[in-house]
């Protein structure tokens, strides 16, 4: 069993930063890649970017060179990075663990996290 804690964050201005963590805790060897999804109202969830354990990275068009996905394997924990935010970046964020391939299908994901709100004022 795998458990996934999202930091909790809150609003920032546009082009403010924030760092958000994803903390695993359990069956942690288990994880061969995290990552970021974002979901916000009346839009489809989208991938943000994503790392595997190998360091194979991705980032979506609409955060790349604003967003930075990193790992620290010792502390079982997945960051992401945001700067030069957007009102358009406003979503939900979580973080998800797939312990098969490394893949950015949701369904295909066996851990979640809660989730946190990103909230960028114009």
């Known amino acids: 069993l795998v458990q996934l804690v999202d930091s909790v964050v809150g609003s920032v201005q546009t082009g403010g930063s924030l760092r958000l963590s994803c903390a695993a805790s359990g069956y942690t060897s288990s994880i061969n890649c995290v990552v970021w999804f974002r979901h916000a109202p009346l839009k489809v969830r989208e991938v943000v970017a994503g790392?595997?354990?190998?360091?194979?990275?991705h980032y979506a068009d609409s955060v790349k060179g604003r967003f930075t996905i990193s790992q620290d394997i010792a502390k079982n924990t997945v960051y992401l990075q945001m700067d030069s935010l957007k009102p358009e970046d406003t979503a939900m964020y979580y973080c998800a663990a797939v312990l098969g391939i490394a893949t950015l299908v949701p369904e295909d994901f066996n851990y979640w996290g809660q989730g946190t709100q990103v909230t960028v004022s114009s």
């Open positions: 790392i595997s354990t190998a360091g194979t990275i």
